[in-house]
């Protein structure tokens, strides 16, 4: 955990300064819906699953595919990845707390407009403004 906290606090192997957690927790609650205390939470949940500060597609995919016990496996893995894919915002491959919490901002408590634009950008694939659900869900 100690390695996450310093590169969060600008001590990266890298050597570019990254922004403090306290400073990265005020700017999540600049930008999401969310409180200190609940940012707070989130991050510790967060650190738990993810030491090293990246939630990996492989893990995401077999924590929510794990967690519907019913359906055909193949269409949950291709939901889970178009849901991860929509959390990575910058296309690393992996997401980090900042992506995580505006991902869940929007989602549980973004306004209607705000949940259709991510519902929306799960189903666009390659980002083109138009949406694959119709092929998705085609029989």
Known sequence: MGEVLGKFRG???????????????????????????????????????????????????????????????????????????????DGSGTVDFREFMCGMSALLRGTTPERLKWAFNMYDLDGNGESACRSYFMY
């Open 11 to 89: 001590q990266g192997r890298d050597g570019q300064k990254k922004r403090s957690v306290s400073q990265m927790f005020t700017q999540l609650e600049e930008i999401t819906y969310f409180n200190r205390s609940e940012i707070k939470k989130w991050y510790k949940l967060f650190l738990k699953d993810c030491p090293d500060g990246h939630l990996k597609e492989e893990r995401f995919v077999a924590f929510y595919t794990a967690s519907f016990q019913s359906g055909d496996l193949e269409r949950k893995e291709c939901l889970a990845k178009q849901i991860f894919r929509t959390f990575d915002r």
